[in-house]
């Protein structure tokens, strides 16, 4: 089992910056592809970037250029800095952990979220 714990979101103006943070409780931590979602209000949630074991990244298109994800193996934590906010960026943002065994097995855990709002 691994509980996944979310800080750092709050509110700020657009174009303003956050960063978030999500602590595992596991030291195995560093095997755990790592994946930040969000969800706003009223849609679905969304995948707004993803960190391998290994550290390769990918974003989604609204992310490219703005966010950053990181991750501090040593500390159990992946991060998401978020810059040049936009109201829409306005969600709860939520962090993932999976791993897949070569037998199949999957393992994934979801922490709480974190409130992110952007707004004037």
């Known amino acids: 089992q691994v509980q996944l714990v979310e800080s750092g979101g709050g509110l700020v103006q657009p174009g303003g910056s956050l960063r978030l943070s999500c602590a595992a409780s596991?030291?195995?931590?560093?095997?755990?592809?790592m994946v930040w979602y969000r969800q706003a209000p009223g849609k679905q949630r969304e995948l707004v970037a993803t960190?391998?074991?290994?550290?390769?990244?990918k974003y989604a298109d609204s992310a490219k250029g703005r966010f950053t994800i990181s991750r501090d193996n040593a500390k159990n934590t992946v991060y998401l800095q978020m810059n040049s906010l936009k109201p829409e960026d306005t969600a709860v943002y939520y962090c993932?952990?999976?791993?897949?065994?070569?037998?199949?097995?999957?393992?994934?855990?979801w922490g709480q979220g974190t409130q992110v709002i952007v707004s004037s």
């Open positions: 960190i391998t074991s290994g550290g390769r990244t």
């Open positions: 993932n952990a999976e791993l897949d065994l070569p037998d199949g097995t999957i393992y994934n855990y």
């Open positions: 596991r030291s195995i931590f560093s095997l755990y592809t």
